[in-house]
């Protein structure tokens, strides 16, 4: 009979299986953690960019420099990548 504190938790039906999945989850956690830092330094060094621009009397928003992002997204993830580069600008200059 599994231990069904630990299959209950992870959906695996053999211990084996909940032993590798409470691994990989550590490190999907640690991954995440990773991706939220790096998500809140984009963040910062995109409002740096779009403080000089609007101090120097220019927009928020670069369009061109947007679809470039996009772009890069796309060619790497797919469409969902498109989702993802929306999601990032949108978190690092707001809804537009
Ligand atoms: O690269 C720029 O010019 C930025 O302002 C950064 C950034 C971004 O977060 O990627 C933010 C707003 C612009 O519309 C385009 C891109």
Known sequence: MPDMTV?????????????????ARERVNTLDDRIIGLVQERMAVSAVIQDA?????GR????????E???RY???LG?????????????????V
Request: net charge positive; hydrophobic share 40%; proline share 2%.
């Open 7 to 23: 299959t209950e938790n992870t959906g695996a039906r053999t211990e084996e299986a909940a032993a590798l999945i409470g691994d």
């Open 69 to 71: 992002i996009l772009g």
């Open 79 to 95: 469409k969902p990548g498109t989702a993802l580069a929306m999601t990032l600008l949108e978190l690092s200059r707001g809804r």
């Open 60 to 67: 928020r928003v670069n369009l061109s420099r947007e679809m």
């Open 53 to 57: 621009r609007i101090t120097s009397g």
């Open 74 to 76: 796309r060619e790497a």
